[in-house]
């Protein structure tokens, strides 16, 4: 069964860094979509991806995040400048139709020092 | 607005008991979907199961099953004689489906459940 595809499975990085989260969707759905969860705490809804352009995004993802969709495949999560608060772990999610169960990554873990 | 509560922060149970673990959801919208995620602590999501708002059936799948209740916005789930390898969080999840809806997923604050032995 295809999977969703996240790497890497951990990432450490300087604070003030700038962090790419990488994630190769299943290949014929059409939204994606990014979720994060802080260590022991619920998973929350960054932002959802469609027809190349963002169709929702959270109070959470402010200016200092972004998203592209650069070769077709790929989905990746651009973290400008990063702070110890950003250290969680980030799942993304994809489906080919919005009403269907989101298959999900297994997580890149991004711990920032 | 849409919100998922799962008033149950932890709970612990002694193996082959049965539990059930609580969600009650808030939204406006009269067409969404109710999920069940499971997380070991691998870390992974892995999904369990998905409610259309139309369908109140209950559903069972071998020691699992789901309670649905749109009258209290309620979609609560029970392990029937629970294993070691059910300790996991759970999540209970929302997605609204009404037109201009994204399909994203609005989660509660899960449920950490421990089977003892």
């Known amino acids: 069964e295809p999977e969703v595809t996240q790497t890497p499975s951990h990432q450490v990085t300087q604070m003030g860094q700038e962090v790419i989260l990488r994630c190769v969707p299943i290949?014929?759905?059409?939204?994606f979509y990014w979720y994060r969860q802080i260590l022991g705490q619920k998973v929350e809804f960054l932002v959802s991806?469609?027809?190349?352009?963002?169709?929702?995004k959270s109070e959470i993802f402010d200016d200092q995040f972004s998203v592209e969709r650069p070769d077709g495949s790929n989905f990746t999560l651009k973290i400008r400048s990063t702070k110890l608060e950003d250290s969680a772990m980030y799942f993304c999610?994809?489906?080919?139709?919005?009403?269907?169960?989101?298959?999900f990554g297994d997580g890149t873990r991004l711990s920032i020092l | 607005a849409q919100k998922v509560t799962q008033a149950q922060t932890e709970i612990s149970v002694v193996e082959k008991e049965d539990v059930t673990l609580d969600c009650v959801y808030e939204t406006r919208d009269t067409t969404y979907y109710l999920f069940w995620y499971k997380q070991p602590p691998s870390g992974e999501l892995v999904f369990l199961i998905r409610?259309?708002?139309?369908?109140?059936q209950n559903e069972i799948s071998g020691r699992y099953s789901w309670n649905f209740q749109k009258s209290t916005s309620s979609f609560n789930f029970t392990i029937t004689a629970s294993q070691v390898v059910d300790s996991a969080v759970y999540f209970c999840a929302l997605s609204e489906s009404g037109s201009g809806n994204t399909g994203k997923l609005i989660f509660g604050q899960g449920t950490t459940l421990q089977v003892k032995p």
């Open positions: 991806f469609y027809n190349n352009e963002i169709s929702e």
């Open positions: 290949s014929n759905h059409l939204y």
């Open positions: 999610a994809s489906l080919r139709d919005r009403n269907q169960p989101q298959h």
């Open positions: 409610r259309n708002s139309f369908d109140e």
